[in-house]
């Protein structure tokens, strides 16, 4: 190699007069509350409805986050014991069933069944040490397919009176922090719910921001040990909030800023949108079956899918529910759709899946080589132990992994382990990023999701998708507009 084609450098730790950089830009920064229009009592209405109508000050969206305040109760509205272990499912997104952000009372962006939608995406995306500060809305992974918390703590004696493999570690965090019916203040920031909060890191000025949140079903919320009692939320007086930087800026960047805002000018925010899919009730082993989803998204970008068995009546013949140890699941009787609280609805099923593949508008497959796995046989009471002990979904965990830019580092620790994606997390990952352009149709996009599967019955699909979404805004009048919504 010539001296020319050498790239030099010098150690930063040589520029001894180097000035450094102060950050002027802002004279004010603070969170200010908006609360829900309902202010005297928020258990008695379907929907919570929040507004910033304030057309003068600068807000940061990107950084403001919706804080709830509620406590759990039995249904006649008296307190749970230390003694009783019920607390939330995991993810206290799932609070809420449907998500809505509107400009100007047009709706831009929301999400639809984040319990399972944005449980997915954190499985996927969050790093083993985003999962500590995940935990300000209660998202702790459950580790076993068991509503187990070792209630003897709570008592006083011994800690882990089982394996520690028994306990449902998960669901003891989340319960440590909800049990005794204490009221609890948890924040859920919004980029972590809305691809619009995610994407648009930059200030807002002279549009109405709103957003409506309609309230779950006790049974999505809550998980309950065997035995115990079932309950609700009770949210408190002024217990939902959209807290929201308000900033004033600098005087040195306000000619910038106006000038910005009065220049008639045309721009698109481009971000990520969710939306996610439920199929029939499968009630016998599939071949090669289809599923097809007609979206008005011209370019989706990655499609999850995973699978829960809603079998009440143990059709499926699976083993009783261990006391003990071997708790990964499924157990007999499990509902994880339509089932009472007792029941994990945070966890998936592989359901002895062999193929998987996804075609795109009818033309193209994704993988180009379809999937194929075994996972070892859920055991059976007519078969107790596996049937086959093959253990080959190393290529689908790949995938998992490099949907979540987790397969070429060692920076960052991943939240679902090899062991745990066969158990408890098996969430198929589908990349549609690169593709031709005369692949993407210039009106909606369909996909066909084909797979087969052995032996289980009584299960559900769920099929997530990532595409690309527009807002077309103009600035103008020192105030910014909203001009078109662009699937």
């Keep these: 190699m010539s001296e020319d084609e050498i790239h030099k450098l010098h150690r930063p730790m040589f520029d001894i007069v180097e000035k450094e950089y102060e950050d002027i830009s802002c004279d004010w920064n603070q969170y200010i509350p908006y609360y829900d229009t309902n202010l005297n009592n928020p258990n008695t209405v379907p929907d919570f409805r929040i507004e910033i109508n304030d057309r003068e000050s600068y807000f940061y969206p990107h950084k403001s986050y919706i804080e709830f305040a509620f406590n759990i109760v039995k249904t006649d509205g008296t307190a749970f014991t230390a003694g009783e272990a019920i607390t939330l499912q995991n993810n206290a997104a799932s609070l809420i069933k449907r998500y809505e952000f509107m400009l100007d009372d047009v709706i831009v962006d929301y999400v639809d069944n984040p319990d399972i939608s944005l449980t997915v995406r954190n499985l996927v995306y969050m790093s083993n040490d985003h999962l500590k500060t995940a935990s300000q809305f209660l998202f702790y992974p459950d580790t076993v397919d068991n509503p187990i918390v070792d209630i003897n703590q709570a008592n006083g004696t011994s800690l882990y009176t089982g394996a520690i493999e028994a306990v449902n570690q998960g669901m003891r965090k989340r319960w440590l922090t909800t049990y005794n019916s204490t009221i609890v ?32 079903d006790y049974s999505n919320m ?125 966890l ?25 796995m075994a996972f070892p046989t859920i055991p059976t009471n007519a078969v107790p132990a596996p049937t086959s002990l093959v253990a080959d979904y190393g290529r689908v965990y790949s995938e998992f992994l490099r949907c979540g830019l987790r397969d070429h580092g060692i920076d960052d620790g991943v939240t679902v382990s090899h062991d745990m994606f066969k158990s408890l997390y098996p969430i198929f990952c589908i990349d549609l990023s690169e593709k031709p352009e005369y692949f993407v149709n210039p009106e909606s996009s369909l996909i066909e999701v084909y797979w087969t599967n052995q032996t289980v019955i009584n299960y559900y699909m769920w099929v997530i998708i990532e595409s690309e979404k527009q807002l077309e805004m103009s600035s103008n009048e020192n105030q910014m507009k909203l001009l078109n919504v662009i699937n």
């Design 185 to 216: 203040t948890i924040q859920l920031p919004l980029k972590n719910v809305f691809g619009l909060f995610q994407s648009y890191d930059k200030v807002t000025k002279g549009i109405k921001m709103s957003m409506r949140l309609t309230k779950n």
């Design 222 to 346: 809550l998980l309950a040990a065997t035995g115990v009692a079932a309950g609700q939320i009770t949210f408190a007086k002024n217990g939902i909030k959209w807290w929201m930087p308000r900033i004033k800026p600098n005087p040195s960047i306000m000619p910038m800023l106006t000038s910005k805002l009065s220049s008639q000018a045309n721009y698109m925010i481009p971000f990520i949108d969710l939306q996610v899919y439920r199929s029939p009730l499968y009630t016998a082993p599939q071949t090669n079956q289809i599923y097809q989803i007609r979206t008005k998204r011209k370019r989706p970008l990655k499609v999850f899918v995973c699978f829960q068995i809603d079998d009440p009546t143990n059709a499926n013949n699976f083993v009783a529910l261990p006391g003990t140890n071997n708790n990964i699941g499924p157990f007999e009787n499990t509902a994880r759709i339509s089932g009472a609280q007792t029941q994990n609805k945070r």
């Design 348 to 372: 998936f099923d592989h359901v002895n899946l062999q193929k998987l593949r996804v075609v795109l508008n009818g033309t193209t497959q994704y993988p180009e080589q379809e999937y194929n």
